[in-house]
């Protein structure tokens, strides 16, 4: 649902985030008239204020627009934001800034809901990328920016041809590379993330392919008490995430 200049963002999260960050990309707002609740008048009133330009489409035309039926009347036609697209120039905006690195890496996450939700978590946590490799990743589609709940306009999602290689490029900038297993011996609790670190998860059930697996510096397990045996890669990464923000606020 993109042209060469316009791509489509729907949801009220979403929609509310670019509108918020950068009101000047929205250079369509449909919303349905049908929809009198107050959680809309709100939304309405805010996209007023930013200078939106409002139309109102029913539910058949909102959801043409968005892909789907889970829009929840409202979708934007939004101008692409600039950010920053390389690993190079987010570490080097980082390094100018003296700024410890906190990246999440995610091999072979190919679900754009699970995507999405790393996204948002990444925000949460304060990450400052999430990188991915080219050929064995999702991009960024509508679906991914619905889940991410506007993250998707806030985190730069990076994805590189040669996923080793960049995990190499990182460690001659110093960034200790972790990476999940559950059949390591540490767990993420056993080590220091007060420096600068990437986290690197791998998709359920197949988890990090092996030469990323060889790649990290120091391998960790999430302890797991039940009878299931792994989380949601969304979930471990909140998991990770917020330990080392725990730590480093520590």
């Not at 991914?144 to 806030?154: I, P, Q, Y």
């Amino acid at each position: 649902m993109s042209t060469s200049s316009n791509k489509v963002l729907f949801g009220f999260h979403a929609v509310t985030v670019r509108l918020k960050t950068h009101p000047k990309s929205v250079t369509e707002l449909h919303i349905d008239p049908s929809r009198r609740d107050q959680r809309m008048k709100t939304f309405i009133e805010r996209a007023k204020e930013a200078g939106a330009k409002i139309v109102e489409s029913d539910d058949e035309r909102l959801t043409k627009l968005a892909g789907g039926p889970r829009h929840q009347g409202v979708v934007a036609r939004v101008q692409p934001v600039a950010m920053q697209h390389s690993l190079d120039a987010v570490m080097e905006d980082l390094e100018a800034a003296g700024a410890m690195p906190l990246l999440l890496v995610l091999d072979g996450v190919t679900d754009p809901h699970n995507l999405g939700a790393c996204l948002r978590v990444a925000d949460g946590a304060g990450a400052h990328a999430v990188v991915a490799p080219k050929d064995h990743a999702v991009g960024l589609n509508a679906t991914v920016a619905k889940v991410a709940s506007g993250a998707a306009e806030t985190v730069p999602y990076l994805m590189v041809t040669n996923l080793a290689r960049a995990l190499n490029e990182l460690k001659e900038r110093d960034v200790w590379i972790v990476g999940t297993s559950d059949k390591a011996t540490k767990s993420i609790y056993d080590i220091d993330l007060k420096r600068p670190v990437a986290l690197v998860l791998g998709a359920e059930g197949e988890g990090m392919r092996q030469l990323t697996g060889k790649t990290c510096d120091e391998l960790v397990s999430i302890p797991m008490q039940g009878a299931v045996e792994s989380l949601n890669v969304s979930v471990a990464a909140g998991v990770c995430l917020y330990e080392a923000l725990r730590q480093r606020r520590g």
